[in-house]
């Protein structure tokens, strides 16, 4: 699925399809009916998309924050390619999977300091989460599941209102944010504020 090939129920109303290629070779799209009944006309729109360097944990963009300032980024996850798969649940069952695209982001965060994330994504199955400085499934799900002490995890972003993390590390160094699709279906752009709390 994904790298190595894709299939999708399609609608009256069309449905957008995003495929990774996991090499340069001659691909096959097929547009099929479930019925013999059911044929007719459609449209098939090809549109290659621009891969954000920061889908990647190793290649996280670097925020910079400035005391008592706050940082303000815009985010895309269309057609960013799930670099986990399923690995990532932050210790809850199904529903802490997240199995859609993502976007990483690295922060340096000072000890005892209160920061706040915010995040107001225009999709509504995701997860806000705050990690370590490791790139790596297991070592994400420690930190995101260990209720604040070096990580944290959002419940289920909406689109009605901004989902706010308050996060307070216990060591100094640098951290990841992530924001995180729970479905393959899920995926759009966000706007993401990160900045420490005024006392």
């Not at 986990?84 to 993502?102: L, M, R, W």
């Not at 199955?125 to 990690?131: D, P």
Request: proline share 3%; with cysteine; net charge negative.
């Amino acid at each position: 699925k994904g790298g190595q090939g894709i299939a999708e129920t399609i609608s009256s109303k069309g449905e957008k399809v995003y495929l990774t290629a996991s090499g340069a070779r001659p691909w096959i799209i097929a547009v099929d009916s479930t019925s013999t009944s059911a044929s007719g006309e459609f449209e098939l729109a090809i549109r290659e998309f621009p891969v954000p360097s920061n889908g990647r944990c190793a290649t996280a963009q670097v925020l910079t924050l400035t005391s008592g300032q706050q940082t303000t980024v815009n985010g895309d996850t269309t057609a960013v390619a799930n670099e986990f798969g399923t690995a990532i649940n932050c210790g809850k069952d199904s529903s802490g999977v997240v199995e859609g695209s993502q976007l990483y982001y690295k922060v340096a965060l000072t000890a005892g300091k209160t920061y706040e994330l915010s995040v107001a994504p225009e999709f509504t199955s995701g997860r806000l989460i705050v990690f370590g400085a490791t790139c790596d499934a297991a070592a994400i799900n420690a930190d995101c599941a260990s209720n604040g002490q070096t990580g944290l995890v959002s419940s289920f972003l909406t689109t009605t209102k901004p989902t706010v993390l308050e996060f307070t590390p216990q060591s100094t160094g640098d951290y990841h944010i992530l924001v995180d699709s729970t479905s393959t279906r899920s995926y759009g752009k966000f706007v993401l504020i990160v900045g420490e709390k005024s006392s």
